[in-house]
């Protein structure tokens, strides 16, 4: 990775985006600039278990027969195998969210029911989307990349060439080999010279978000196998 100490670019991004208080919620007006026209979340690839018993699985169970149970429903598919894998087919979060009677929105990351394992993020499907969107929405030259916690990934995960805040130029695979290897988990801002888009990635979050302006606003911009969600400045993240 290149990488620059002039960090005036931050200015811009610094200055367009909402300040937050200690008591407010976090929201897309709190990491992206207030300048686009358009903010889609970037749902990430999941897989169902097709058949998973999903009314037979209790991941808070106390009970000795309960435990018992979760177990045998785990051996079965092959969670939590060293002998086999579960077998999942790609669904959608919009299918999961019928399935479990929950709203299609944000909200329903933390509501799902991650615990029963009857379905997982598809992490390298997951990849080669972003990759894909990525290569349509900016041209094959080098993009800005600032890592707000870039201290974690180059003390402890020795990912990084600089120890300091710097702002890196990169290429679509020199990012995505670096959102990988970090797990999906840095909070970070990947943006163009131009200022005409702005992608913002969050420790724990649950997918990256970009903020467009409207000649990126079509479906070409995000015609790879992506789900994706419209979202609004103030919607919880």
Known sequence: MDYTTDLSALEWLRGSVSDRSDTESLKVKHLLPNTYSAY???LPSVGIIDGFPFNKVDPNAISIGQINANV???NEYGIYSSNSTPNYSKTSFSD???LFELPYSMSMQKTLPWGKRGFSILEQDTLYNLRGILN???PNNKVNLYLEDYWRWYEVYNLLPHSEEVIYKVTIDEFIHFF?????DASLHLFSDDRSWCLVNMEDGFCPIIGINTYMNNKRAISFDTEILNIELEDLI
């Not at 990988?180 to 999906?184: D, E, L």
């Open 96 to 98: 999961l969210a019928k």
């Open 72 to 74: 045998r429903v785990w």
């Open 40 to 42: 889609i979340a970037l």
């Open 180 to 184: 990988s290897k970090s797990f999906f």
């Open 136 to 138: 349509q929405v900016f």
